[in-house]
């Protein structure tokens, strides 16, 4: 058993909406800008929020979700591992929490942010929205922090507020709720982050993303306590974590999309085919005219729909790639990635041709198809499991296809719904759901050997 003494805090909220993102980032920036070094970290399977501290930082975010790494006791030890790993060598380690603090699997906190701060001994700060409000606020904290005995919620930062109205109730707040000010976050005309369908816009859609984040940063360093939020950091107790025994399955090149259409991908999924023995390679289905030199194809999710016609239009890509995969090359889509690869997408009146390796049509629709947590259970052998096999994964998108396919079933967390989805023609593997390599290591090795034998079969040919 090993520990790390990183110092460690949570930026949770009350619920979604709350200026978690923007607040974290703001207070990333200055900590960079302080002459530390921060890892980032977020709670839940979302991928939009890291691109965000990503940017920030120039460096990666890491995910942690308790209900993707597996639940039980296999997910809080490869969370508080990551967690480790991911923050090694740091200053400090900055989470992000997900939703409402306590919001988790259906009607439980499993897998919440509170369930992530308890299980990696992380003090929590609360924002709270301050807008139309006075003492009232201090019923929300108060009940907030008292609503599990264990809640590690320590104090509060107010966002939505002018720093006077603040200054007036800050000693109210604090006498009735029992725990600390750190400061406060006004309106900043300018520095909002846009939203759309998935959640906010990419970090890399947002014109003068230094500009605002250094605006953010300075305001940051005016009006919130970072000395006390350090200093919370560094009252965090020693994180016990086991380092897992990793078998390398390569070595093999596997080629990641990652563009503005393909940009949904787990950093610490990437770094453990890395260490399986994969090298990655990055490409761009919308910029690029055929795969680099590889041995397999990752398809993340992202935003493929907005670029449909420049997709569409890439036709060197699309039959590259084709030929590729119809040669047995091993491919992992998920999402975006699987939409990609169908014949057609259409939105509204507009329609294109994509890929055409898989038959079917994925069109776009104005509501949520399918969303949350599921546990896959494989239907038949596939190149990444046996029959038989779970993982848990993430659904969360507006579009649908024709033919979702049935080599898994999914299945909600309540167990009163399942639906068939997932398709495995040769050596690929292509679904809606997302999956973190890290839920079933297993998975990962696999698809690493299949990369490894497909270059042994291209050199035996040679």
Known sequence: MKETRTPRLMIAAPKSGGGKTTIVCALLRALQKMGLTAAAFKSGPDY??????????????????????????????????????GSDGADIAVLEGAM???????????????????VTNTPVVLVVDGSGAGLSLAAQIKGT??????????????????PGVYAYFKDAWEKETGLTAFGCFPDMAGCAFASRHLGLVTAGEIEDFRSKIDALAEQARQSVDIAALLSLARSARPLPYEEPVLKPAGPARIAVARDEAFCFYYEDSLT???????????????????????????????????????????AAMKDNLKRALSGCMPCVAECGGFMYLLDEFSSGKQSVSWCGVLPGRSKMTDHLTRFGYVTLTAEEDTMLCRRGETI???????????????????????????????????????????????????????????????REERHHED
């Open 392 to 454: 848990c994964a993430h659904e969360f998108h507006y579009s649908d296809s024709t033919d979702n396919g049935a080599a898994f079933t999914a299945r909600k967390t309540s167990g009163r719904r399942s639906w068939p989805c997932g398709r495995s023609e040769g050596r690929i593997v292509a679904a809606y759901p997302h999956i973190h390599f890290w839920g079933n290591p297993d998975w990962a090795r696999r698809f690493v050997a299949a990369c490894r034998m497909y």
């Open 145 to 162: 922090a008292a609503f599990r005995r264990d809640s590690r919620i320590a104090g509060f930062i107010v966002n939505h507020v002018k």
């Open 272 to 314: 453990l085919l890395k260490r399986l023995g994969a090298e990655l390679v990055y490409f761009s289905p919308l910029h690029d005219e055929g795969l680099p030199d590889c041995d397999g194809v990752y398809l993340g999710g992202g935003y493929p729909e907005l670029y449909a016609e420049a997709l569409a239009d890439n």
């Open 48 to 85: 939009i929020d890291p691109l965000f501290h990503s940017r920030v930082l120039q460096t990666a975010s890491h995910t942690l979700d308790l209900f993707l790494f597996g639940r039980g006791g296999q997910g809080a030890a490869t969370a508080r591992y990551l967690l480790a790993s």
């Open 100 to 118: 409402g603090y306590y919001d988790g699997v259906g009607t439980t906190s499993e897998a919440s942010a509170y369930d992530l701060a308890k």
